[in-house]
C-alpha cells in the first residue's frame, strides 16, 4: 500500500509529494490535468516582496517562510533536475494612471515600508527614467508616477512545474493523470479513492491522503463533511512576441500588469472572473489586455500575439488557504484555496503538510488555516475583496 495519496497536481500537489517522498514516503499523485493544463502553468509567475517581521498575519507569514523555503527549493532543484526555474530578483514598479490612483499608491508605499521592504517612490520624470519604455505614456499624461519594489521576484511557472515533477520522478513519486470521481470514508478513515473512467474503476489505497486539487477540493471535500470553498476565479493572460525585452521589470497598474521575460515575449495580465469552472479565454478580454500593453508602451506593444489562456484560481471565503488535517478523518488533510498565492505560498504549505502527515512539530502554526476554523469577515484577499477591486478600482 502506498504511504500518501496526493488527490491533485499542480504547484500544491507536486510540491507536497516532492517533500513527502524526500521524507522516505512511497508517494502516489493523481492529477485532474496534466502539468502544462494546470492553473498553476497559467500563473504569470509574480511573487512581491515576503519580507519576515514580527506581528505578520498568518497568511503573510506563510508567505514570507514559503519565500525563503522557495529560494532555497530553487537552487535544490536547478542541482537536482538541471531545470533552471527562472525565479530572479526583477523588482516590481507600481504605477499610477490617475490622481487618486495616486494617492492610494502613497498609502501602499507606506504600508510596504512598515512590513521591512524597501520602496521607492518615483515621480513622473523618475518613471521615465526607471523604465524608458515608458516614457511615452509618462509624456502623454498617461501615468503619473508610483513606487518601485526592488525585492519584488518572478519566476517562470512552465519551468517550475517541469522541475517539480522531474524530482518527484527521481524521488519515486508515481504521477498519473486520472479523474478522481469520488473519496471513499468509512468508521472516520478514508478507505480508498475512486478513479473513474478505467475499466472496473480502480480504487487507489493509501496509509494517507491529501486533497489538494485548487478549484475542484470543494467537491472532493464533501464526503468528508468539508463545507470547503474553493470558489473558481478565472484569470486570463496575453503573451506578445516582442523582437527584444523593452522592461526591466514587473509593470503593475493596479491589477493589471506587465511580466517581461528575458527572451522577449511579454505577458499580459490579468482578470478576476467569477466565470465558473469555465477556462476558456475571452475575445473581449484579450482585446482589453491588448489595450493595456499600449496604453503602458505605446507601438512597443504593437507585437504578435503568441499565444492567450486562462487558468481557474482556488479562491476562499476569509481570503485564507485551507492547509491542515480534515476534522474527523484520521488519515485525510487538506491543502486547497491559496487563491493569487499559490505559487508563492508552495514550499511553506508543502512543508507544513508534511509535517502533519508524518507526526513531526510544525515549524509555522497550523491552526489559522484550519478547515474547521471560525468563520471570519472577508479578509482583504478574499474572493469578495478581490472581485470587488477588480469591479471598482480606479487605477
Known amino acids: 500500500m502506498t504511504d500518501c495519496c496526493i488527490v491533485g497536481g499542480g504547484v500544491i500537489g507536486l510540491s507536497i509529494a516532492r517533500e513527502l517522498a524526500g521524507r522516505g514516503l512511497t508517494v502516489r499523485a493523481l492529477a485532474r490535468d496534466a502539468?502544462?493544463?494546470?492553473?498553476?502553468?497559467?500563473?504569470?509567475?509574480?511573487?512581491?516582496?515576503?519580507?519576515?517581521?514580527?506581528?505578520?498575519?498568518?497568511n503573510a507569514a506563510l508567505t514570507a517562510w514559503s519565500d525563503r523555503l522557495m529560494r532555497e527549493w530553487a537552487a535544490d532543484l536547478l542541482?537536482?533536475?538541471?531545470?533552471?526555474?527562472?525565479?530572479?530578483?526583477?523588482?516590481?514598479?507600481?504605477?499610477?494612471?490617475?490622481?487618486?490612483?495616486?494617492?492610494?499608491?502613497?498609502?501602499?508605499?507606506?504600508?510596504?515600508?512598515?512590513?521591512?521592504?524597501?520602496?521607492?517612490?518615483?515621480?513622473?520624470?523618475?518613471?521615465?527614467?526607471c523604465e524608458p519604455a515608458l516614457a511615452g505614456a509618462v509624456a502623454a499624461g498617461h501615468l503619473l508616477g508610483g513606487f518601485v519594489l526592488p525585492g519584488e521576484l518572478q519566476v517562470r511557472p512552465s519551468r517550475l512545474l517541469d522541475?517539480?515533477?522531474?524530482?518527484?520522478?527521481?524521488?519515486?513519486?508515481?504521477?498519473?493523470?486520472?479523474?478522481?470521481?469520488?473519496?471513499?470514508?468509512?468508521?472516520?478513515?478514508?478507505?480508498?479513492?475512486?478513479?473513474?473512467?478505467?475499466?472496473?474503476?480502480?480504487?487507489?489505497?493509501?496509509?494517507?491522503?491529501?486533497?489538494?486539487a485548487g478549484a475542484w477540493t470543494e467537491r472532493l471535500a464533501a464526503p468528508l463533511g468539508l463545507r470547503l470553498e474553493t470558489r473558481p476565479i478565472r484569470g486570463q493572460i496575453v503573451m506578445l512576441r516582442l523582437p527584444r525585452p523593452v522592461l526591466g521589470r514587473v509593470v503593475n497598474r493596479g491589477l493589471d500588469y506587465l511580466v517581461p521575460r528575458d527572451d522577449g515575449r511579454l505577458l499580459v495580465g490579468s482578470t478576476l472572473e467569477d466565470a465558473g469552472f469555465d477556462p476558456e479565454p475571452t475575445a473581449t478580454t484579450i482585446e482589453r489586455l491588448q489595450g493595456v500593453a499600449r496604453d503602458l508602451l505605446g507601438d512597443a506593444a504593437e507585437a504578435p500575439v503568441e499565444r492567450v489562456w486562462a487558468g481557474l484560481r482556488p479562491g476562499s471565503?476569509?481570503?485564507?488557504?485551507?492547509?491542515?488535517?480534515?476534522?474527523?478523518?484520521?488519515?485525510?488533510?487538506?491543502?486547497a484555496g491559496h487563491f493569487r498565492a499559490g505559487i508563492h505560498q508552495s514550499a511553506g504549505t508543502a512543508v507544513l503538510v508534511a509535517d502533519l502527515v508524518t507526526g513531526r512539530p510544525p515549524t509555522l502554526d497550523p491552526s489559522p488555516f484550519a478547515a474547521d476554523r471560525p468563520p471570519a469577515p472577508p479578509g482583504p484577499d478574499s474572493v469578495a475583496a478581490m472581485l470587488a477591486r477588480a469591479a471598482g478600482v480606479d487605477a
Open 317 to 335: 471565503a476569509d481570503g485564507l488557504p485551507t492547509i491542515g488535517r480534515a476534522p474527523g478523518i484520521r488519515n485525510a488533510f487538506v491543502a
Open 163 to 212: 522541475a517539480l515533477e522531474r524530482s518527484c520522478e527521481l524521488r519515486g513519486v508515481v504521477i498519473e493523470t486520472a479523474d478522481v470521481a469520488r473519496i471513499e470514508v468509512r468508521d472516520g478513515r478514508v478507505t480508498g479513492v475512486v478513479v473513474d473512467g478505467r475499466p472496473g474503476a480502480e480504487t487507489v489505497q493509501a496509509a494517507a491522503y491529501v486533497l489538494a
Open 79 to 129: 542541482v537536482e533536475t538541471g531545470i533552471d526555474v527562472g525565479l530572479r530578483e526583477c523588482g516590481g514598479l507600481h504605477v499610477a494612471a490617475t490622481a487618486a490612483a495616486l494617492e492610494r499608491l502613497r498609502g501602499t508605499a507606506d504600508t510596504w515600508r512598515r512590513r521591512g521592504a524597501r520602496c521607492d517612490w518615483l515621480d513622473a520624470a523618475a518613471l521615465a527614467a
Open 35 to 58: 502539468a502544462r493544463d494546470t492553473t498553476s502553468w497559467a500563473a504569470a509567475g509574480i511573487l512581491p516582496p515576503a519580507p519576515q517581521q514580527p506581528g505578520l498575519s498568518p
